[in-house]
């Protein structure tokens, strides 16, 4: 039972215009949501996160945006880079001190086009 | 120089050995956690440990065994038992303690082939 889903295994996005990356949840107790990016054979990064109390956090670049209702949240980058080409992951939680396990996606990879 | 070890990089066993991955954190966390990864999968959860001395299993715990005697070790055995261990591993240490809720961070990965 897949709790978080990326329907969108990759993505071709121009340099300079926005990347966006989607991700749906089915699991109605998850209150935190975390942004991964991860190159070929390296640990996956940390990139941005939101609580359930928000429905946008923004850093720099990168804007996270969350729909409680559709139980669905969206990555924005812009404007998109070559560097940014690699697998994002979206990630998962439950509320409470000792919760701290994630359920991953299965990963979107988005390629740049220069 | 604070951060998550884990060796060997790429790690190669005969069909029916067992092999131990090693990860190690000079980070201060109390959470640790085991994913493995495969090709168009996403991050599936092995063992996570929240304390030294305590671990539970994950969605995919079966063939694989943890211990947890250090706070700074989390050392993930892959048995004999495993059917498709051929993977890249991937340890990661949860970063409550600096005040990012539910923030996990990962290590560089292990990518095991079984031939």
């Known amino acids: 039972d897949q709790q978080v889903k990326q329907n969108s295994p990759s993505l071709s996005v121009q340099e300079g215009r926005i990347s966006i990356l989607n991700c749906d949840y089915t699991?109605?107790?998850?209150?935190?949501f975390l942004w991964y990016k991860k190159y070929p054979a390296e640990g996956p990064t940390f990139l941005i996160s939101?609580?359930?109390?928000?429905d946008k956090n923004e850093d720099g670049r990168f804007t996270v945006f969350l729909n409680k209702s559709a139980k669905h949240l969206s990555l924005h980058i812009v404007p998109s880079q070559p560097g940014d080409s690699a697998v994002y992951f979206c990630?998962?939680?439950?509320?409470?001190?000792?919760?701290?396990?994630?359920?991953f996606g299965t990963g979107t990879r988005l390629t740049i086009i220069p | 120089d604070g951060g998550i070890t884990q060796s060997p990089k790429y790690l190669f066993r005969k069909e029916g050995q067992n092999v131990t991955l090693s990860c190690e954190q000079n980070?201060?966390?109390?959470?640790m956690y085991w994913y493995r990864q495969d090709p168009g999968q996403g991050l599936r959860l092995i063992y996570y440990?929240?304390?030294?001395?305590?671990?539970q299993k994950g969605d995919i715990a079966e063939g694989y065994s943890v211990s947890r005697e250090k706070k700074e070790s989390f050392p993930l055995t892959v048995t004999s038992a495993q059917k498709n261990p051929t993977a890249f591993y991937l340890c990661?240490?949860?970063?409550?303690?600096?005040?990012?809720?539910?923030?996990?961070?990962f290590g560089p990965g292990t990518r095991l082939t079984v031939l």
């Open positions: 990630a998962a939680s439950e509320a409470g001190f000792g919760n701290e396990k994630l359920t």
């Open positions: 699991n109605s107790m998850f209150d935190y």
């Open positions: 939101i609580s359930s109390i928000k």
């Open positions: 980070l201060n966390h109390d959470a």
């Open positions: 440990s929240q304390i030294v001395n305590d671990f």
């Open positions: 990661a240490t949860n970063g409550r303690t600096s005040g990012i809720y539910n923030e996990q961070f």
